[in-house]
């Protein structure tokens, strides 16, 4: 599917605007405000009617249609009336409106979310090998009881192995105190009171573990109090260093530099046009007609009386009253006149060139009218010889050689001579005040360039300004820094005592009291075997089991691990063999963008996007992305998979997805994108010149908006 036509008759601020698209790569620029963002949302909205955009609001005066062509040669064209659409194509490609705007129809926030990529449908069609998809929850399922079961980087005696290996030992423990215990009612006795004053001792001893833990954790406040108060010490003096930058106005240079931008545009379009009305003189001086304006004026005034005479010179000379010659419309306002109907001709290829045309026309055409309004009609002359008409005529000839030798026009018939005349008076006029509007122009862009210096002057350079907006920055958060450090330090109190003595203390009463339990422990247990006639034979049957516990527990370790180590072999043969293609194009694009550096990382294990340094093979996800990379990546998986989520490929809309890209990773992502317009429509929507200019040379049809 490529769209051949857009129709706008109402659409958000758009009115009656027509473009024409070409099959590959298309280019919207203009400024903010200019409408590119409402023309994206009515070109997906009306073929894609529940796609979801919210801006502009929809209306019901909107009105317009865009004409598709299917891959088929068939024409579709889809027309919107007020709030509703006969779009179909979601019918017609195969995917839904939501797809649409996710692969499709982006802008830098749809391109940042890979959710529907990283998961769900698309992931599995497209970016794993047939049953690839499961991998990550096997993996997941494997290490999360293989883990558990013994950790891989240090021993812990929380594990569930260790636990086994400690459970044995105290049930071997036992066996061997059954195999030599007393018996009798005065080890009873003795047992007894020995758990009695194990628990007095237990109770002194917890007194003294909350004691050494209250002094503990009130020296660790005071110690982080110390430090914190050195840091305030450090922010205060780097708040000073920093304090020169609080009133940095950190916009203005961006103001500034746009107005330069603007106005030098508008300067070199002004030079240009000046150029071109220089052009049209073939070399010409314009200072000549314009100094003998009035001479020209003068001799197409007498042009009626003048043809007049000549006429009346060819008949016999009688002697009445002859009427005087009509006033008719001078040669400058005939001649403006048809500047204004090339002007209307010219406004039907180029909207900016035509106007400018019908203006200069409309101008020269008033200014002949109104001396032709301004001067009189002669009176009837009574013409008593034909002496005086010869001398008239003869004036009038004078007047034209003159004008001709200063002009240095060729003389070739006075109505020929005084077209030729008046028609580069007009043009000598119009390269006058095009030169003039250059001049404008260019003193415009001198004083934005000036304001631009003066301001960076005010900051000693454009690098000393750049440095007072980091710091201004930084101070921000100094100050911030220091808010809080204050607040939390203002209600801890200091101690006598270090936080090294607390824990030390601490340690030994823990120490002491785990002792006193343990040892309580076994007392109780012995207690209870005398009163409930524990048998050896029993002491031994758990002590067997729980050997056999920890076996079970060792063969389940080994068992998982073979099924991990088999699972990463055989992800390792099926992805090197069987790379998807989605994934193929996608190292092309984000290859293209990165001028080689990276490559999509296809490790089956990982449950998000990662890439894979060629140079060194590092992997990186997307928490070590810079934001530049981040774009350049997930556009490349979208871009990869819109040429194979639907046969019908409908048209990609980028709307300034480069935005974070430099001058280097914006030149590189239009190849990209050049690349992937080989195969599949693309309308690209910018308000960046630079970008405009990238895409025009990568051979893009530019719309200017």
Known sequence: MRITNVRVKSYGALRDRSFTLEPGLNVFYGPNEAGKSTLRSFITMTVFPKAGLKYPVQKGSDSGKVEVELSDGSMKVFERDGKRSSGIGSELCGITDKEYISI?????????????????????????????????????????????????????????????????????????????????????????????????????????????????????????????????????EREKELAYS??????????????????????????????????????????????????????????????????????????????????????????????????????????????????IGAVVAVFGFRRWKSTPAPAPVRHESYSEDSSRIAYVEQKMDEVAQDTGIERKGFRSDLQTLTEMLVLSLSYDNAVKTSANAESERKRAENDLNLFLTGYGGRERYEKAVKDSAELKDVRSQLKALRESTASVETVAVDSQQAESDYSDAMRRKTELENERARVDQAIRDITN??????????????????????????????????????????????????????????????????????????????????????????????????DQVKLSMKMAVSLSLSKERPPVILDDVLLTSDSGRKGRACEAIRMLSEDIQVLYFTCDRETRDLMERAGARVNDL
Not at 174 to 203: C, F, M, P
Not at 281 to 301: A, C, H, M, T, W
Not at 327 to 343: D, F, S
């Open 104 to 236: 499709y129809s982006i802008s830098p926030e749809e391109l940042r979310d890979v959710k529907g990529l990283e998961k769900g449908d698309i992931r599995n069609r497209f970016l794993t090998i047939p049953g690839g998809a499961d991998l990550p929850r096997a993996y997941e399922e494997i290490d999360e009881r293989r883990l558990e079961l013994l950790p891989e980087t240090k021993r812990s005696a929380k594990c569930r192995i260790a636990t086994l290996i400690a459970e044995e030992h105290q049930k071997d423990v036992a066996v061997t105190q059954y195999k030599h215990r007393e018996s009798g009612d005065e080890n009873y006795g003795n047992l007894v009171r020995k758990k009695e004053e194990l628990d007095g001792r237990i109770r002194a001893c917890t007194a003294e573990l909350e004691r050494a833990d209250a002094v503990r954790t009130a020296s660790h406040r005071a110690e982080g109090r110390a430090d914190d108060l050195r840091r305030i010490a450090e922010l205060e």
């Open 246 to 359: 609080e009133n940095t106005d950190t916009g203005k240079l961006v103001l500034l530099e746009n107005e330069l931008a603007r106005l030098t545009a508008a300067a070199n379009k002004a030079s240009a046009e000046a150029e071109e009305e220089r052009m049209k003189l073939r070399g010409r001086r314009p200072e000549v007609f314009i100094r003998n304006k009035s001479q020209i004026e003068y001799l197409d005034r007498q042009s009626d009386e003048y043809y007049y005479l000549k006429q009346k010179a060819a008949r016999p000379t009688v002697q009445h009253e002859e009427p005087a010659p009509s006033k008719g419309l001078p040669v400058i306002a005939v001649a403006g006149g048809a500047i204004a109907a090339a002007g209307a001709v010219a406004l039907m290829f180029n909207t900016v060139a035509g106007a400018a045309v019908i203006a």
């Open 533 to 630: 006639d524990t048998t050896i034979e029993d002491a031994i049957t758990e002590w067997t089991l729980a050997g056999a516990a920890v076996y079970n527990a060792s063969v389940e370790w080994a068992r998982l691990m073979l099924e991990k180590i088999i699972l990463d072999e055989a992800s390792t043969n099926a992805y090197s063999s069987h790379r998807p293609d989605v994934l193929t194009r996608a190292d092309a694009f984000l290859s293209a963008m990165t001028d080689g550096r990276y490559r999509i990382d296809t490790d089956p294990r990982a449950t998000e996007i990662g890439i894979v340094d060629k140079g060194t093979g590092d992997v990186k996800t997307v928490k070590e992305w810079s934001s530049g990379l981040e």
